[in-house]
């Protein structure tokens, strides 16, 4: 198993991604309770205690709610964007300075045998990043929480294997929803989330670039719901001329609970 990945907890209410290799892992974003968080590792055999840091892509809370927590139980090294530490450091409490540390945009860094680069992507926070992780020649991204498809952070992802990918909302169900107006704008914009419909233009073209497996994930509890998120992108892969069953695997991760382990298949094709 050269690498893997397990959403844990991904939607609007709380994320959470284990990324890792027999040799070990680690954790991109802790946005719901440790507790949760510690139960779910432990379903999956992983040791919280073991896991070499946590990632953490930008300072909302349903990204960073025990962040702070995790890393004071188990002394875990916690790696954000300076402009992350600066807008969440308040919020989740003291950690340890050894603990503190600050990565950049496009600068690749190693944690173990995982080969980590943070990218930039348009999102409504201080210096909001995702993730790709290498290992030999397998590759997988953490692409959510993300305003618009754009060549800057698609260029990042493309040639990835596997795809943790946003599909955040059902744009008819946002406009008709309960949501404020602003809110509703927010999503809307370029700096929001990606719709289902942006979810099938990223996933066709990452397709055409040779991804294999593709996991929607970040949806929201209000504005969508998993089957029309796989619906609706599987018929934009269509109309690309792909054909979702054959050129692609394509799942749905769980907003509340583990979706399970998927490995990074560099020959499934």
């Not at 990565?103 to 944690?111: C, L, R, V, Y």
């Amino acid at each position: 198993m050269d690498l893997c990945f397990a959403p844990l907890f991904s939607g609007s209410s709380g994320n959470c991604i284990y990324v890792g290799s027999e040799s070990g892992g680690l954790i991109v974003d802790a946005g719901v309770s440790g507790k949760r968080i510690i139960a779910a590792l432990q379903s999956l055999g992983i040791a919280p205690g073991g896991l070499r840091g946590i990632l953490v892509t930008h300072e909302h809370n349903d990204h960073i709610n025990s962040v702070g927590i995790l890393s004071r139980k188990f002394d875990l090294p916690v790696y954000a964007t300076a402009g992350t530490w600066e807008g969440m450091l308040d919020k989740i409490g003291p950690v340890a300075l050894k603990n503190q540390r600050t990565i950049e945009s496009g600068i690749e860094f190693g944690m173990g045998e995982l080969g980590v680069l943070p990218f930039s992507i348009p999102h409504d926070a201080n210096e909001p990043v995702g993730f790709t992780f290498e290992r030999y020649a397998a590759r997988f991204a953490v692409a959510t929480d993300i305003g618009c498809v754009r060549n800057t952070w698609m260029d990042a992802v493309r040639g990835c294997d596997a795809v943790l990918l946003e599909s955040n909302y059902d744009p008819d169900m946002l406009t008709a929803g309960r949501y404020p107006y602003q809110l509703k704008q927010r999503i809307l914009s370029t700096r929001g989330h990606l719709s289902n419909d942006d979810a099938g233009e990223a996933a066709a073209k990452l397709i055409n670039a040779g991804t294999k497996q593709i996991v929607l994930g970040h949806l929201s509890k209000e504005n969508n719901f998993p089957e029309l998120a796989e619906n609706s992108v599987r018929g934009l892969l269509r109309m690309e001329g792909i054909d979702p069953d054959s050129d692609v695997a394509i799942r749905i991760a769980h907003r509340d609970r583990v979706t399970g382990m998927f490995e990074v298949d560099t020959t499934w094709l």
